[in-house]
Each structure stands twice: as C-alpha cells, then as structure tokens.
C-alpha cells in the first residue's frame, strides 16, 4: 500500500472513530506535537485558533463537544498527495448555548508523518457557527 493509499485509510479510520464516540482510538493517530488551526475569531467562536501540541488538541475537542453537537459530521472526499491529506466533507451542528441547528460544507488539510496527524488547518463557514453561538 502506498503512503498516500495509508495515509487515507488511517484518517477514514479517524473520522469513523470520532463518529462514534471512540476517541481514544482516535486520538493514537494524533502526533505529541501536533498542530490544530481552526480558522474564526476567537472571540466569536469559542474553539477557533492554534492549538498546539496533544494536549490543547484534546482541549478543543472538549470545547467544541461542550458548545456543539454534530447531528451529521460526514467525511465525503479525500484526495493525498505525498504527506498531505484534504479531506472535503459536510456537517449539521446543533448549538448547546442557543439550540439552533446550521449546515456547513468543511475542508480539513491535514499533514501526516510517520503515520500519525501532525498538523490539520479546518476551513468552514465561520458565519454559520458565529450565527448558532452568539445570542
């Protein structure tokens, strides 16, 4: 199997994994050192910004799961390329602050190394999380 082809299959399971609940073995394929950079204004958007390391990864997990809850979180596309992954999908999130539900198509471009993910920049439309959070 290609790096690429496993690079694929470790994320499909990723995303499988965070579908149902398991995080623990969702989170053997994330790097000590890895980088999240969830795009917004912070101030606007309670989990937006550079979490660095495993640590302040699993911190925004903890935020977003404390302020959302994903009806549908649906990984549609995956295309590799060397050590980079994107992944194109789709979601339906319900806030837990305000009860509103949006839908957002979303991007993830992830860096792996040595099998694990070191690094995912998310791009989403910010516009729709702001108008589910914010009173």
């Known amino acids: ?34 980088e999240y950079h969830s795009i917004g204004p912070a101030e606007r958007i309670p989990w937006a910004g550079i979490h660095k390391g495993r640590d ?3 911190g925004y997990m903890q935020t977003v799961a404390s302020n959302l809850e994903h009806v549908e979180f649906v990984a549609d596309e995956f ?19 305000t009860n509103r539900e949006g839908e957002t198509e979303w991007v ?21 999380a702001i108008e589910l959070h914010c009173d």
């Open 79 to 97: 295309i590799a390329q060397a050590d980079k992954v994107a992944v194109l999908g789709h979601m339906k999130t319900r806030s837990l602050n």
């Open 1 to 34: 199997m290609s790096t690429e082809a496993e690079n694929v299959r470790i994320l499909k399971d990723v995303y499988d994994c965070f579908n149902r609940g398991e995080l623990e073995p969702a989170m053997n394929a994330v790097s000590d050192d890895v």
């Open 56 to 58: 302040a990864f699993i």
């Open 108 to 128: 993830h471009w992830v860096t792996m190394r040595d099998g694990k993910i070191a690094k995912v920049k998310e791009f989403y439309d910010t516009c729709v």
